[in-house]
């Protein structure tokens, strides 16, 4: 991808630094990423859209980009979390819109502002309840089957916050390892750098860099848009993290070899000299780092399958989400 034809660079850098990449990535590594990326937004959008018709819709709903992510248990919980807060902000938001007088009404319990010294409103515990955290169920879950719901227990934890849990301690740890010996002045940047998006405040870009018009006809809500956004950032993530270890590798065996490249593995060995020059500072992510850490990401999520033959077995092999 030509630099001229980016569109997210600086977003890709940041989230680059965010994931663990100290140096500054050349273009021709966010242009490798950034087409990634673009692919398998489109490669989502035609699974939904084709799920989507499955269904009998005609547009592309939440509930199709929760089915290409199901088996990720982990990344559901999340993606579950992500818009049910999303949600009680914007409850919260609408509610000091309209004003504390829109919820006092001729009828309300005296009784219920006792414990606020001149307040005739609701309590605390109402608006509490009000801003709760609302529980989304999707269609295949066991309690879709039921037509009641058994009322949440204020100790009671979804059975897949577990799975999630363990991933978001296993990057907290890594983004305190990241962090631990930053400046203050570096740490507010990283800060600010995790606030990269592909979609915030950037919507009509993204929809003609996803080439919505050209992959599916719906016009996406909101929430679509939101869950891009989640997805492209953790694709980025997983992509500069398999990228690091690749130049890890990379790195070892150049140590050993005494080579520049990998390929080279005829230079014979050597120690290193009194007047050798200094070794070099921290070199970025490459771009046959992004494109190696792709193909495993690949080869991991497309499993081998037994040869049947025929001529289906010619046929192309489909993208795997990151």
Not at 68 to 96: G, N, P
């Given at each position: 991808?030509?630099?001229?034809?980016?569109?997210?660079?600086?977003?890709?850098?940041?989230?680059?630094?965010?994931?663990?990449?100290?140096?500054?990535?050349?273009?021709?590594?966010?242009?490798?990423?950034?087409?990634?990326?673009?692919?398998?937004?489109?490669?989502?959008?035609?699974?939904?859209?084709?799920?989507?018709?499955?269904?009998?819709?005609?547009?592309?709903?939440?509930?199709?980009?929760?089915?290409?992510?199901?088996?990720?248990?982990?990344?559901?919980?999340?993606?579950?979390?992500?818009?049910?807060?999303?949600?009680?902000?914007?409850?919260?938001k609408d509610t000091d819109e309209k004003?504390?007088?829109?919820?006092?009404?001729?009828?309300?319990?005296?009784?219920?502002?006792?414990?606020?010294?001149?307040?005739?409103?609701?309590?605390?515990?109402?608006?509490?309840?009000?801003?709760?955290?609302?529980?989304?169920?999707l269609p295949w879950d066991v309690q879709?089957?039921?037509?009641?719901?058994?009322?949440?227990?204020?100790?009671?934890?979804?059975?897949?916050?577990?799975?999630?849990?363990?991933?978001?301690?296993?990057?907290?740890?890594?983004?305190?390892?990241?962090?631990?010996?930053?400046?203050?002045?570096?740490?507010?940047?990283?800060?600010?750098?995790?606030?990269?998006?592909?979609?915030?405040?950037?919507?009509?870009?993204?929809?003609?860099?996803?080439?919505?018009?050209?992959?599916?006809?719906?016009?996406?809500?909101?929430?679509?848009?939101?869950?891009?956004?989640?997805?492209?950032?953790?694709?980025?993530?997983?992509?500069?993290?398999?990228?690091?270890?690749?130049?890890?590798?990379?790195?070892?065996?150049?140590?050993?070899?005494?080579?520049?490249?990998?390929?080279?593995?005829?230079?014979?060995?050597?120690?290193?000299?009194?007047?050798?020059?200094?070794?070099?500072?921290?070199?970025?992510?490459?771009?046959?780092?992004?494109?190696?850490?792709?193909?495993?990401?690949?080869?991991?999520?497309?499993?081998?399958?037994?040869?049947?033959?025929?001529?289906?077995?010619?046929?192309?092999?489909?993208?795997?989400?990151?």
């Amino acid at each position: 991808m030509a630099e001229k034809q980016a569109k997210y660079r600086l977003e890709i850098q940041q989230m680059m630094f965010v994931s663990g990449e100290a140096g500054e990535a050349s273009p021709e590594t966010t242009g490798i990423i950034e087409e990634i990326v673009r692919q398998q937004v489109i490669e989502i959008l035609t699974q939904c859209n084709d799920s989507a018709i499955r269904r009998g819709s005609r547009s592309i709903g939440v509930v199709d980009l929760f089915f290409l992510i199901r088996k990720d248990i982990a990344k559901t919980a999340r993606l579950k979390t992500f818009l049910s807060w999303k949600d009680v902000r914007k409850t919260a938001k609408d509610t000091d819109e309209k004003g504390g007088d829109a919820d006092i009404g001729a009828g309300d319990d005296p009784i219920g502002g006792a414990d606020v010294p001149g307040a005739g409103g609701p309590t605390v515990g109402d608006a509490t309840k009000k801003n709760k955290r609302s529980r989304i169920i999707l269609p295949w879950d066991v309690q879709s089957f039921y037509a009641e719901q058994v009322p949440e227990r204020e100790d009671e934890e979804d059975e897949d916050e577990g799975e999630m849990n363990e991933a978001t301690l296993q990057r907290l740890k890594a983004a305190d390892e990241r962090t631990k010996d930053m400046t203050r002045e570096e740490y507010v940047h990283w800060s600010e750098c995790r606030q990269a998006s592909f979609t915030f405040r950037k919507g009509k870009r993204f929809r003609e860099w996803a080439a919505f018009g050209v992959v599916t006809d719906s016009k996406p809500n909101d929430d679509i848009i939101d869950i891009l956004g989640f997805l492209t950032f953790e694709m980025v993530q997983t992509l500069t993290e398999e990228a690091l270890k690749v130049k890890a590798e990379d790195d070892i065996h150049k140590s050993k070899s005494g080579g520049k490249d990998s390929h080279q593995d005829k230079k014979r060995k050597r120690e290193t000299g009194l007047f050798d020059p200094p070794a070099e500072g921290h070199a970025p992510v490459g771009p046959h780092h992004v494109q190696e850490a792709y193909r495993r990401l690949q080869k991991k999520a497309n499993k081998p399958k037994v040869w049947m033959g025929g001529p289906r077995a010619l046929q192309r092999t489909k993208i795997q989400l990151i």
